[in-house]
């Protein structure tokens, strides 16, 4: 991957038809699992979801995620704080797992967005009520994905007043 990936990569909410493979839900979550974590703690569970009813239950119950039910595929991203000796570290894990699922997505040619879960508490329990995740296991972010059915060119973020140097 190279730093191309990084500035191409955009939130895609529009998806063809086409499938995506067990192969490249694999590649997508080695590459969500290689994020660094506090301590090696790796407090990140994932649910991968094909099945049309709970990709649509999802659009009703998450309002920013109304696309879900185009996409082939969508990845629900869970912490376990219980899993590690830094608990509070899990919600910034969880976030690198989340961004190196979407630089992957990105590198191998699919388009993905990510839905914010946690800490909307409306959200979080509509989720671990439809996934019946363990009391222990918070829902983090929802990754809608497949083959990209709108092209949008890299945006250039870069704003040199939020740099400083040595002091504020």
């Known amino acids: 991957m190279s730093l191309d990936t990084i500035h191409a990569r955009r939130s895609i909410r529009a998806y063809t038809p086409d499938p995506v493979s067990d192969a490249q839900i694999d590649t997508l979550l080695r590459a969500a699992m290689a994020a660094p974590s506090a301590g090696n703690q790796q407090p990140w569970r994932f649910i991968v979801i094909r099945d049309p009813a709970k990709k649509q239950a999802i659009a009703d119950i998450h309002p920013h995620a109304k696309m879900t039910p185009e996409a082939a595929v969508a990845i629900l991203i869970c912490g376990d704080p219980s899993s590690g000796r830094y608990p509070l570290f899990w919600p910034q894990d969880c976030s690198a797992a989340t961004e190196n699922l979407l630089l992957a997505a990105q590198a191998t040619g ?44 890299p945006a250039d973020r870069f704003n040199s007043g939020f740099v400083h140097f040595e002091i504020w």
């Open 110 to 153: 699919l388009g993905a967005v990510w839905c914010g879960i946690y800490p909307n508490d409306e959200r979080v329990a509509a989720f671990r009520k439809l996934f019946n995740l363990p009391e222990a296991v918070i829902p983090f972010a929802l990754v809608p994905l497949g083959v990209p059915g709108e092209q949008k060119p």
